[in-house]
């Protein structure tokens, strides 16, 4: 988003009075009436010289109001203290200090600027200035779109346009830190290489951007439990507000994703208690967080790049259950692989997930690509290189968990985006972008 600068000058403008007329004749000691001689007739000082001063407080370091003294000589004012200058205004004229610039984010106001020249020749313009109120602005309407027409109570969303450059809205997102060692799962369980740093996840021109990128300063990737050794930094975002799967709703999100070597972007839910509110994590905040997978899965999108690549038009999407009879239960999962029909990285797709009791379906571009059944467990269609789902898996959505929770990050390496089991193979100078143009969660 771009902001408009003014570009305005405080300006100094004169109403001209009436000028005072000379006058001949003469009431005795002059000429005489019909001597012939011609009346001398002085007249008046048509301008005289002004002085304006004054003091400027507010202004911050650095930043300039200009003046002119009537329509010429541009007299830049900076944060000193205090200015003067001379006009030219007309005899008995009168003459107004207007602000007609001020700097960008400021609002300067003239607090005495008024006054008739022939009463002061000297007069004072004080001018205050500060930082302009905030307006807070209302979250724009974001366009229907053919499946979100169905669902008419917004519960909550976020399109960023709204958000000042910086970290993402404080009521609405939280940043991980750490690489699962904190959580007792170094490499998040996937041998991942990044670190995740809230620095890595910002609003940029109204859009979040998730930055994944190479630390040149570090040489070989040893992750532990400080970000000293690793040689990669990304971010992973988690929604404050949680999507409930125990009613019906409807969940979309306008994303690009980076396909580039040893990338492995996802957005997904998890279950309970949210992850990176706390850094480390307490123990109650680790108690309260479902072992994964008992309360399972939801992959709206991932790009693996070990799998789909080469090319960047194929993404997966993904259900996981628990499997087995209690805890700790296996993954269990199934997906299915979609080409879009156009780049998932230099071009924005919408990434849906609808709910029921009874099913979820997965939808990419308002176009379903999979619906998955609780009754039969099942999902259809199914990719071809996709398992199915073992007799013994459970269904949690809406049942054993009902609160979800949106996580979109960009891990980097790992067992599903990298060759080989130590992420040598990631690029050295690795620098990718996740951009997430708008999350909204509606209902019926």
């Known amino acids: ?36 001689a011609t009346p001398v007739v002085t007249p008046p000082a048509s301008t005289q ?17 200009g003046v002119t003294n009537n329509g010429s000589d541009l007299i830049t004012i900076d944060s000193n203290g205090t200015y003067q200058f001379d006009v030219q205004i007309p005899y008995d004229g009168a003459y107004d200090v207007v602000i007609a610039s001020e700097p960008v984010g400021q609002s300067c106001t003239v607090l005495n600027g008024s006054g008739t020249g022939i009463t002061q020749n000297v ?25 979100s027409s169905a669902y008419h109570t ?18 609405l997102w939280a940043m991980l830190t ?4 904190e959580y007792g799962n170094t490499g998040w369980g996937n041998n ?67 396909t580039a070597v040893g990338s492995w972007p996802a957005i997904w839910l998890l279950p309970g208690a949210t992850p990176g509110q706390a850094f480390p994590p307490s123990p109650a905040q680790l108690a309260a967080q479902p072992t994964w997978p008992s309360g399972g ?49 230099s071009a924005f797709h919408l990434y849906q997930l609808s709910w029921t009791a009874g099913q979820i379906e997965y939808a990419i571009d308002n176009s379903v690509i999979m619906t998955c059944v609780k009754v039969t467990q099942t999902c259809t269609p199914r990719d071809p290189t996709s398992p199915g789902v073992p007799a013994v898996s459970s269904w949690p959505y809406g049942t054993t968990f009902s609160q979800y929770y949106l996580l979109m990050n960009l891990a980097i390496g790992g067992n599903a985006g990298i060759t080989g089991s130590n992420n040598a193979l990631v690029p050295a100078n690795y620098d990718q972008r996740m951009v997430v143009n708008y999350v909204r969660y509606l209902t019926p």
Request: glycine letters at 12%; charged letters at 10%.
């Open 1 to 36: 988003m771009l902001t408009t600068r003014r570009s305005r000058k405080i300006l100094i403008t004169m109403t001209v009075g009436a000028l005072l007329a000379g006058c001949g004749g003469s009431s005795g000691g002059g000429p005489a009436a019909g001597s012939g």
């Open 49 to 65: 010289t002004l002085t304006v001063s004054g003091s400027v407080s507010g202004l911050l370091p650095g930043t300039l109001v």
């Open 123 to 147: 007069s004072n313009a004080d001018i205050n200035c500060a930082a302009t109120p905030t307006v807070p602005v209302a979250p724009s309407p974001i366009p229907a779109t053919p499946l």
């Open 154 to 171: 917004l519960v909550w969303q976020d399109d960023f346009a709204q958000d000042t450059a910086g970290a993402p809205n404080a009521t």
């Open 178 to 181: 750490g690489n699962g060692t």
């Open 192 to 258: 991942e290489a990044e670190y995740y740093l809230p620095s890595n996840a910002s609003v940029v021109n109204g859009a979040l951007q998730i930055m994944g990128k190479a630390d040149m300063t570090v040489s070989g990737n040893s992750c532990g439990n400080s970000q000293s050794g690793c040689q990669f930094s990304s971010a992973r975002v988690t929604s404050l507000k949680s999507i409930d799967l125990g009613q019906p709703g409807f969940l979309e999100v306008q994303a690009q994703i980076p």
């Open 297 to 345: 899965e939801i992959d709206l999108v991932e790009y693996l790049w070990l799998y789909l690549s080469p090319g960047d038009t194929v993404v997966q999407t993904s259900i996981h259950l628990p499997a087995g009879a209690a805890s700790p239960y296996a993954d269990s999962y199934q997906y299915v692989r979609t080409t879009l029909t156009s780049s998932a990285s």
